[in-house]
């Protein structure tokens, strides 16, 4: 039984006190039986499957649940595994004639997901992409932004009903001090902020995606648009992709919307080429091919892939959309994004957007563009970026010694390392290993498409009356990717990178259990 989200969230505040796991468990299952989220005739997920979720002993959850067993709250059915009793003075609530599951129309929880422990800051050795390092987010600027944000003549400004409006000041920052940075000038109407760069991609596809629109994705790639796509059209195919990133053959032309990461291939940090950039621009003007550039983690290097022209730079035909964001050069939890496109497009998307949610926090953007206009921002990215800088070349120094049989790949400005282990490597069974010693790392497997994802959307469509295709003939299956991890470091500090390699190197040369 693979455990979902849902069992995910109901232990994602679970403290770790090795001392206290089993009572811990066995307490958060109680509370969820009591309280009536977990349904009576609610199947539990079998021991192993939760112990591996949550990173503990198999025999930590068995006891939790002998002891849950014994106080009447589970029932053991043998061969089916443990399920939630029908309880004393408890009343089962009626599910009706029809359960959940058959009312979904698409269930997003059975989708593979990147997946992070929400408790990552107690583990000493993060090394993750995409979380933030506290030490390095500029505390006082961001509170002197929000405090100017708050006087009485700014909460007049920023606290009416924008409908699908933006805050002004935060556009004119954007254009003036945040975009010219990448080569970007955008006119009146060209830019929209949306929550997060997750937001902006969740759009476009809804926007741009219909159900035969022929789509082309990256794999590898971020998961998250693939299922996003996946989820829109039956026609997605894996663009051609090498060592520089997406290759303008075929594939790439026979595609109406191709999504992209130029700035760094995501997950191999590759960064495309000035040449190999105009190659692509070309070839989408030629093919009626509308780019969506995905800059995820632009602003933050020393290295001068700052100066590199992203695609919307070079575009002079409007078929580029850029995505940006500064979850990745602030902190996650701002989620704040922005999407530069044609006007026609954006104006578009002010609608959809409200439709959706009207428009996003603009006490957020009223501060964000306050401590820009301040100067916080551009000081901020220098100081981060030289921390950044020196975390990658200490961890690029001490790979060949400690994890010497492994082949790493970090282009110039990525905020994180691809590894390639040794033949033989599962990299999920090292996650989990690693993770008993303090480390987190990424498993590879995950941004490679499934051929099963495409054969359940083939069923999933048939019972709906839709006969599609499926796409695994088209696709690198995951296992290429099983050899590989992603090890990011933008969450760890620099002085906790070697005593981290060095137990992942322990690791690989003994073998994850």
Same mark, same amino acid.
């Given at each position: ?122 583990? %000493? ?218 006007? %026609? ?169």
């Amino acid at each position: 039984m693979q455990i979902d989200t849902a069992w995910r969230l109901l232990f994602g505040g679970m403290e770790r006190d090795p001392q206290g796991l089993s009572a811990r468990v066995r307490g958060i299952i109680a509370d969820a039986i009591e309280t009536g989220l977990l349904a009576p005739d609610m199947r539990v997920p079998s021991s192993r499957s939760l112990a591996e979720a949550l990173g503990i002993s198999r025999n930590t959850v068995n006891a939790a649940y002998q002891h849950l067993i014994d106080d009447g709250l589970l029932v053991a059915r043998e061969r089916s595994g443990c399920f939630v009793a029908a309880t004393e003075g408890r009343t089962a609530v009626e599910e009706g004639p029809d359960d959940w599951a058959a009312r979904f129309a698409i269930r997003p929880s059975r989708m593979p997901q990147i997946t992070k422990p929400r408790n990552w800051t107690d583990y %000493p050795y993060p090394f993750l992409f995409g979380q933030f390092d506290p030490g390095l987010f500029p505390t006082n600027p961001w509170r002197e932004s929000v405090k100017a944000a708050s006087s009485v003549q700014e909460i007049t400004r920023w606290a009416r009903d924008m409908i699908d409006d933006d805050d002004p000041d935060l556009l004119d920052q954007l254009c003036h001090k945040v975009l010219p940075r990448r080569g970007i000038f955008a006119g009146p109407g060209e830019i929209i902020i949306t929550i997060g760069s997750q937001h902006a991609l969740s759009m476009l596809v809804q926007l741009l995606v219909g159900r035969d629109t022929p789509v082309g994705i990256e794999n590898p790639g971020y998961p998250d648009v693939r299922h996003m796509v996946g989820m829109a059209t039956a026609d997605m195919r894996a663009l051609t992709c090498d060592t520089y990133g997406v290759v303008p053959d075929g594939v790439f032309a026979s595609r109406r919307v191709a999504f992209v990461t130029v700035g760094h291939q995501c997950p191999t940090t590759a960064v495309m080429p000035v040449g190999r950039r105009r190659e692509l621009l070309d070839a989408a003007s030629r093919h009626g091919v509308v780019l969506v550039e995905d800059d995820y983690e632009s602003d933050l290097s020393v290295e001068g892939d700052a100066d590199l022209p992203c695609l919307k730079s070079l575009d002079r035909a409007n078929r580029v959309i850029y995505t940006g964001s500064f979850s990745k050069v602030l902190a996650p939890g701002l989620r704040i994004g922005y999407v530069v496109a044609p006007k %026609p497009v954006v104006d578009e998307l002010r609608v959809l957007r409200r439709l959706m949610l009207r428009h996003p926090p603009t006490n957020n953007q009223r501060s964000l563009a306050t401590f820009i206009q301040l100067g916080h921002y551009r000081q901020h990215l220098r100081r981060t970026a030289t921390v950044l800088q020196e975390r990658a070349e200490r961890i690029a120094e001490l790979l060949p010694e400690l994890l010497p049989g492994c082949r790493f790949r970090r282009d110039f400005g990525a905020k994180s390392f691809w590894i390639e282990g040794p033949p033989g490597l599962d990299s999920r069974d090292l996650v989990r290993a690693a993770r008993d010693l303090g480390v987190l790392i990424e498993a590879g497997d995950i941004f490679f498409v499934d051929p099963a994802e495409s054969r359940d959307l083939v069923r999933a469509a048939r019972d709906l009356g839709v006969l599609i295709e499926a796409g695994d003939i088209f696709f690198v299956d995951p296992a290429e990717g099983r050899r590989h991890f992603r090890l990011g470091f933008t969450s760890i500090a620099t002085h906790r990178i070697e005593p981290g390699l060095r137990r992942l190197g322990s690791l690989l040369r003994s073998g994850p259990a």
